[in-house]
């Protein structure tokens, strides 16, 4: 099976400056870990000059993804249950109005599945060894359609079967790479 790098078409330079919040930790939001917020929604503050051109995109990704209400339903409806979602407000900084409204999605299955045979691994350098091109072992998924890359936690993965569904709907601002197209150098 063919997994997908599933992200916002970057670099999205219509994309709003976000400024996150204190009680979103970006490591153990990657993580999985479910965040302590005071209340909901969260606000999160954009800084947008008069004349700026912002997209309002469905995955917007600041170091953390919010998903818009069209990608959470959508994944909701393809049977997606492992991520864990907090209403999200964006606000202008300047004026406090709101601006749209988005989900924080914090995906609670990070699955250790790379296929170290077929994968590739480059010495940066100090000499630590680092995965430049990755291969998934399907053996290792636990048969899920959305996880992170234990590997690459930052990277949200998915199956080639979801990544059917969610094509068949217009989204806009969403990627769909294919692993392996995946390149890191240092």
Not at 76 to 82: C, K, L, Q, T, Y
Not at 99 to 107: K, P
């Given at each position: ?71 959470k339903e959508a994944l ?7 991520i864990d979602y907090y ?28 296929d170290l045979e077929k ?68």
């Open positions: 099976m063919d997994y997908y790098i599933f992200d916002e078409v970057s670099p999205n330079r219509y994309a709003p400056f976000l400024d996150l919040p204190d009680e979103i930790d970006l490591i153990e939001t990657i993580m999985g870990k479910k965040p302590d917020f005071y209340e909901l929604p969260i606000e999160i503050q954009a800084d947008i000059e008069e004349d700026e051109k912002i997209v309002y995109t469905d995955i917007l990704n600041p170091g953390v993804p919010l998903f818009s209400k069209k990608m909701d409806s393809a049977g997606v249950n492992n209403e999200v407000l964006i606000i202008d900084s300047q004026t406090k109005e709101a601006l749209a409204e988005y989900y924080l999605a914090i995906v609670k299955s990070i699955v250790s599945c790379i994968s590739e691994f480059k010495q940066n350098a100090t000499g630590k060894a680092f995965i430049s091109e990755f291969c998934i072992d399907e053996s290792k998924t636990a048969g899920l359609d959305l996880f992170r890359f234990h590997n690459i936690p930052g990277l949200i993965m998915i199956t080639e079967t979801l990544k059917e569904k969610l094509s068949k709907i217009e989204f806009e601002g969403v990627s769909f790479k294919p692993t392996k197209e995946y390149k890191r150098e240092f």
